[in-house]
């Protein structure tokens, strides 16, 4: 019977993508650190919703150009700001056992190199709005790639415990992004699109921060948890909560959005308050924190997809049953 040695097999691969002198070439390993450097998780989700601001855009189908350089252009300025963070970063990173192993923190990749591809990607993706898509996406996504890897990691990270709050404003660009690349110019749903990441942004946060607070104070960043303690922190996460419950609700009272949407939004509402609650009232809140932060993630993904589930729902009724 044929037996195959894992470790064996291991080495091998290893071997076989390893990086050889004598050839001049770049490798998958050091490839995988630059995709490790762009947090695809978390540009995947700022895609994922500025795809969502496209679609509910218009009615129709959007351009292929404009659908596929749209997105491309504000992935690569997203992961640009993620790149740049995690040089700027680079002293935190090491000290927070959650960053330490990030590319550029451990060693795999010099600042240098991560900033010049940062800088490369950045420049493709606003190159690409400005040409493929239009003037105005370009400027606003250039806006928010400054706001997050300057204004926020330099500035408002080190300064004040509402960093997350004001820095929040980059964060939720992306479905704004996603509108102005099909329209043109920004109208009233796509800021409602805006506000309801920016209400998101601090509670979501804001429970990973009381799980990490210990390290966060350790690194000297004046996070809410560090600077006002947890208990003051899980008042404030069940305030925006609430208040994001409230505003998820615009879409629906503004017409933009139907039925289909309302339910998934008062059912992931209340999810999401049932979380803040149980976090508020937990004497140990590190375990309740963490799954705080995960279900945050979950909302917010699901939450865009009632968008659109909605949106083509009501352009099938329209259509071809009224």
């Known amino acids: 019977m044929l037996r195959i040695d894992l470790t064996d097999l291991k080495n091998d691969i290893d071997a076989h993508f390893a990086w050889s002198p004598d050839m001049n070439t770049l490798t998958l390993p050091v490839w995988s650190r630059y995709y490790k450097l762009t947090k695809p998780k978390v540009v995947y989700l700022i895609v994922f919703t500025a795809m969502v601001g496209m679609l509910l855009a218009v009615d129709g189908a959007v351009p292929l150009d404009i659908f596929v350089f749209g997105l491309l252009g504000i992935g690569l300025a997203a992961a640009s700001g993620a790149a740049i963070n995690h040089v700027v970063d680079e002293h935190i990173d090491q000290i927070m056992e959650r960053t330490r192993n990030r590319p550029v923190a451990s060693g795999e990749l010099s600042q240098k190199a991560a900033l010049i591809f940062a800088l490369s990607i950045g420049a493709i993706g606003i190159m690409m709005l400005v040409f493929f898509v239009n003037l105005l996406t370009a400027i606003l996504t250039f806006i928010s790639l400054v706001g997050y890897a300057l204004i926020y990691t330099m500035y408002l990270k080190r300064a004040t415990p509402q960093n997350i709050v004001l820095g929040g404003a980059a964060g939720a660009a992306p479905p704004l992004l996603g509108w102005t690349a099909v329209t043109g110019h920004v109208e009233t749903e796509a800021l409602l699109l805006f506000l309801i990441i920016f209400i998101w942004t601090p509670p979501h946060f804001w429970a990973l921060a009381i799980r990490r607070r210990e390290e966060y104070a350790k690194a000297d960043i004046p996070m809410l948890p560090v600077t006002h303690g947890v208990e003051f922190t899980k008042i404030q996460i069940l305030l925006y909560t609430i208040l994001l419950f409230v505003v998820a609700l615009m879409p629906f009272v503004i017409h933009m959005s ?49 968008l659109l589930v909605d949106h083509y729902a009501r352009i099938f009724i329209r259509g071809y049953l009224l």
Do not use: E
């Open 258 to 306: 139907g039925l289909i949407y309302l339910a998934g939004a008062i059912s992931l509402g209340l999810g999401f308050l049932y979380y803040a609650i149980k976090l508020y009232r937990d004497k140990d809140p590190n375990v309740m924190a963490m799954k705080t932060f995960s279900y945050s993630i979950f909302y917010l993904s699901l939450l865009f997809a009632f």
